[in-house]
């Protein structure tokens, strides 16, 4: 009647689901795109943390000409007001990024939570929660961003806001649409039935399988605040003193770079940002297909399956 | 005589890819399975998860996926229909030999009319178009016990069963000589099981058509088929008319399976089979089944036993088959 | 503490063995006839309303109900096993639902060891949960991938506070996974469900409801997703724990070969009703019903020389939106006459019936 030891071979076929030790390696090893999502944004995060030891000059004092070119002492030249455009970007990486996840980190928290609790409860609670989202989701980002920083009056701490308010709309819908189909799982229910309340079974039922998507998310979610951010440093809604990615741009369209040629003041700006978005994307892109059942195409390849002679074999007897 | 369809030394492979999960890197799933079907026989292909019933029915109509590799022989009235890969196969589907799908009732296209359905595959193989396919599309459902004017009707709007009688209608949709149907009653209630299991005897009685059963099931087997084998581990592991290999089982296998199926009586006691069945991506020496027989010799820990004769149309692969085949029908 | 926790509470169990059965519960008298009944199921009704689209509620058409469970009642004894047989719309899976209480009822009484359960509130429910416990037909879905084995089984005990300490916790895991039959069970604990087969995913199921010491298990069809195989292994296994521990069952299943074999009673199920209810042995050999005799000549047999004429029914079981009038059977039943149409036929004994055996037929 028992079970014998041996009966501990791999399974039929089962596809292993999500752990949190295995699974964020397997997306690096399965995806090449991933590892240089990751690559990217490892890159631009120890960047920004080194960048007060080894930017070579300040960014916020004089250190030569107004629009010099390009040089062995200024790697990237140097902007309207002569400083040195390499430092500038580091020191501005570090408050685009931290902008960028500190916004990102007020969405996930709100979004995560409206997710969870709209799936898991249904009823009213999903429907007041839906039609919050649904208002907020149908406001165009940059005008509502406008219209806040003028009222609040232009800093760092409002625009995290902001785009933290903007950001978690997706994200709620997304998880919440996860946590229903996962609330039909039977060991959820199962777990309902042995008499577990719903704190348990959303802490340790739902929450972890709802885990990896929420990071695919997030990291998502950080390409579009880092990008919004620069949208609306651009527009000039952000407080000119700082030095961000986006303020660099702005003062270099302000103070017109590009008609005095200085292409430097401008391009290498839109090269970092292009690279940690697309970073971002290449990452979170990855882990959210690795979530998905794969779909075996196999029918459609064109390679077909293949014959093959059988050397010294005997077939059996009919 | 050279039977309608022979199945000669089939062997599958499937390739897997490089994973921390897997240790060797082919499965061999089909291992050397050889049977012959007569014109309107009903053959039975029976056997737990894993066995490679399914692999073997999907390998004679050549669908399977591209990291598989298959060797031995398909002969389709003489003709090897395998020889020349899926080119040569792709003339035969759905022609001489179709399919009805495991779960076949759910994997019909929800956004077409049934009978379109059913004419498609008409059209594609030059059968019949436009009007003619439909007016057969009509007959065909009435064929399977389905009204014909329910050819204008969405898969949603049929029951589970009436959907299954609509695949097996679409499998008849080319007039082949061969069903071959995978698991058609398992997730169908009792009664709508017995429905379907009745078309498919007629339909093999009215037309002539052999039908190759694969199931998990014994009794549906026991109750619809003539003939039949019991795969295990990738082999026939025995094969012969149902009778024998209920009254007269010559692989332990057979024996312990039927022993393992519950019946109305209730008069045996039901016992399971410890165990499970060997991984098929290692070399497996002597018996497959060794490690789970109640009656094993020192034999069947080196020496693979091959299928052999026991009697007219009765073959086992056991080494102790047929000269002790008195003791073992004691056991029964 | 309440009435029901009351009845309920458990007496202190030794540390290395599952819990032992509570002291109020436990006390029964000694005829099986004489004593209260584990459950006892009378005329439970459950109806879920079919939703309505705005035009239909706005035209204040009259609301559609689906009838799953139109009045049954049944009972089951300590030690006792029985199946609810029937197919797919029958109400089988709505009963046992409503009996755990993820369903509310519409009405009737479930009574728990005499006291009613039905329609409790979740809080009231709670105390109860320990007594019933659910298997579930899908071993593959039933267990949390991200728990180990441990994790699974431990999880009861830590909604109800048992088991003070870590070792004290291991020590009954280990005995409930080994009273399931996965031996040794340290090779267990660590393993993940995707490394374990069908079987025994099921047995670590059925050791996480064993932990609680329950008296009553429901199994919904336990085995029809296993192998055929490893299907009786199981099924012995239930076997023996109700024998072992008093441990009442009511299992749904499809397959009257299995009810024959393991069960005690039979209950057999079409369109929300009972239609026949007795022995197994009875049922089996001496079916009342016309519902009951026409699936027993369709369910294949083993032999293959047994081919019986089947009685197979045209068509299939109707929708339980649209009850039919009269006896619920009669648009399939071969035998239908005119009274058949008019009158709903109750559940008593028929005179040609064995004592004890129920069925719903004007005819039997």
């Not at chain 2, 795969?231 to 393992?260: N, V």
């Not at chain 3, 506070?161 to 031996?183: F, K, M, N, W, Y």
């Not at chain 3, 209810?277 to 005799?293: M, W």
């Amino acid at each position: 009647m028992s079970a014998s030891i041996q009966d501990l071979s791999v399974a039929e076929g089962t596809a292993p689901s999500p752990r949190r030790r295995g699974f964020f390696l397997g997306v690096l090893r399965d995806r090449k795109a991933a590892v240089i999502g990751l690559a990217l944004i490892v890159f631009f995060v120890v960047l920004a943390i080194v960048a007060p030891y080894i930017s070579p000059y300040s960014a916020s004092s004089q250190s030569c000409a107004v629009y010099a070119h390009p040089s062995v002492h200024h790697w990237l030249g140097c902007d309207d007001g002569g400083f040195d455009m390499l430092s500038e970007l580091m020191q501005g990486g570090r408050i685009s990024l931290v902008v960028g996840f500190a916004a990102t980190l007020v969405a996930m928290i709100i979004g995560g939570g409206v997710g969870i609790l709209s799936g898991y409860f249904g009823g009213w609670v999903d429907v007041s929660l839906m039609r919050v989202t649904d208002y907020l989701l149908v406001i165009p980002d940059l005008v509502f961003a406008m219209v806040i920083a003028d009222l609040w009056g232009a800093n760092l701490f409002h625009i995290i806001i902001v785009i933290g308010i903007l950001e978690w709309t997706t994200t709620a819908r997304v998880i919440r649409a996860q946590v229903m189909s996962l609330k039909e799982r039977i060991y959820v229910k199962r777990a309902k039935a042995i008499g577990a309340g719903h704190a348990r079974i959303i802490a340790k039922h739902i929450l972890p399988q709802v885990g990896p998507l929420l990071i695919a998310n997030t990291v998502l979610t950080v390409a579009i605040a880092i990008y919004l951010e620069t949208a609306l440093a651009f527009l000039g809604l952000e407080d000119p003193t700082v030095t961000t990615w986006g303020t660099i741009l702005e003062h270099a369209f302000d103070r017109t770079a590009i008609s005095s040629g200085a292409w430097w003041a401008v391009v290498p700006d839109g090269i970092c940002i292009a690279l940690v978005i697309v970073g971002c994307f290449l990452f979170g892109q990855a882990i959210e297909d690795a979530l998905n059942p794969r779909l075996k195409v196999a029918h459609l390849s064109l390679r077909r399956w293949k014959i093959r002679t059988l050397a010294g074999r005997e077939a059996d007897a009919i | 005589m050279t039977s309608l369809l022979e199945v000669d030394g089939l062997h599958v492979w499937f390739d897997l890819p490089r994973t921390a999960h897997q240790h060797g890197n082919q499965v061999h799933a089909v291992k050397g399975v050889s049977f012959e079907l007569q014109p309107g026989e009903r053959f039975g292909l029976v056997g737990e998860s894993g066995c490679g019933k399914t692999t073997t029915i999907l390998a004679l109509m050549g669908l399977l996926p591209s990291n598989a590799s298959l060797a031995g022989e398909v002969r389709l009235d003489g003709t090897n229909i395998l020889a020349g890969g899926e080119d040569s196969v792709r003339a035969f589907r759905w022609k001489d030999i179709a399919m009805v799908f495991q779960g076949a009732m759910n994997a019909l296209n929800p956004v077409k009319k049934v009978g379109w359905q059913i004419a498609e595959p008409m059209a594609f193989h030059g059968v019949a178009e436009g009007t003619a396919a439909r007016k057969r599309a009509g007959e065909l459902l009435e064929l399977v016990g389905i009204p014909a004017r329910s050819a204008e009707r969405y898969p949603h709007e049929f029951s589970g069963g009436m959907r299954q009688r609509a695949a097996i209608a679409m499998a008849l949709a080319c007039e082949p000589k061969i069903l071959l149907a995978d698991e058609p009653t398992t997730a169908l209630d009792v009664m709508v099981q017995a429905q379907i299991l009745e078309l498919l005897t007629r339909l093999s009685d009215e037309l002539g058509l052999s039908v190759i059963l694969v199931t998990h099931d014994l009794p549906v087997v026991a109750q619809m088929c003539d003939r039949a084998a019991v795969m295990y581990a990738g082999e026939i592991a025995e094969a012969g008319p149902m009778e024998a290999l209920y009254h007269d089982p010559q692989h332990p296998y057979t024996r312990m399976l039927f022993a393992a199926t519950p019946d109305l009586s209730g008069e045996q006691a039901v016992t399971s089979i410890p165990g499970s069945p060997p991984r098929l991506d290692r070399e497996i020496t002597g018996c497959p089944f060794r490690q789970r027989c109640d009656v094993p010799i020192d034999r069947c820990e080196v020496e693979h036993p091959s299928l052999r004769y026991i009697a007219s149309g009765h073959l086992a692969a056991c080494h102790r088959a047929g000269a002790h085949r008195d003791e073992l029908a004691g056991t029964m | 503490m309440s009435e029901i926790e009351q009845a309920l509470v458990p007496a202190p169990r030794p540390e290395a063995t599952v819990p032992a059965p509570a002291p109020g519960i436990a006390a029964a008298p000694e005829q099986p006839g004489t004593a209260v009944p584990l459950l006892e199921v009378v005329d439970l009704v459950t109806h879920y309303a079919v939703r309505r689209g705005l035009i239909e509620a706005a035209a204040r058409r009259p609301r559609r109900w689906v009838h799953a469970v139109d009045g049954i009642s049944f009972s089951l004894q300590r030690g006792e096993m029985l199946a609810l047989v029937g197919e797919s719309g029958c109400g089988k899976t709505s009963t046992v639902q409503t009996i755990l209480g993820m369903v509310k009822p519409s009405s009737g009484a479930i009574r728990l060891n005499g006291t009613d359960i039905a329609g409790l509130a979740d809080r009231q429910m709670r105390p109860m949960r320990r007594i019933v416990q659910m298997i579930y037909q899908d071993p593959y879905e039933s267990l949390d991938p991200r728990f180990t084995v441990r994790q699974t089984v431990e999880e009861p005990m830590l909604v109800y506070g048992i088991g003070a300490s870590r070792d004290g916790r291991e020590s009954l895991i280990v005995s409930a996974l080994e009273q399931a039959g996965l031996t040794p069970a340290e090779m267990y604990l660590d393993r993940y469900p995707h490394e374990l087969s069908g079987g025994q995913r099921q047995r670590v199921a059925i050791a996480a409801s064993l932990v609680l010491g329950p008296k009553l298990l429901l199994a919904d069809e336990p085995v029809s997703m296993l192998d055929v195989s490893v299907r009786a292994g199981v099924l012995s296994l239930l076997d023996s724990l109700r024998k072992d521990t008093d441990m009442g069952i009511l299992m749904i299943t499809h397959d009257l070969s299995t009810a024959a074999h393991f069960a005690d009673k039979i209950a057999v199920m079409y369109l929300g009703r009972i239609v026949e209810l007795g022995s197994a042995a009875d049922v089996v050999r001496n079916p009342q019903h016309p519902y009951t005799k026409a699936l027993l000549s369709v369910v294949p047999k083993r032999d293959p020389r047994d081919r019986q004429a089947a009685q197979i029914l045209t068509g299939e079981t109707p929708d339980p939106v649209d009850v039919p009038s009269g006896c619920r059977f009669h648009p399939r039943c071969p035998v239908a006459v005119d009274r058949c149409r008019v009158e709903d036929p109750q559940l008593r004994e028929p005179a040609a019936a064995a004592a004890g055996q129920l069925a719903a037929c004007h005819l039997a």
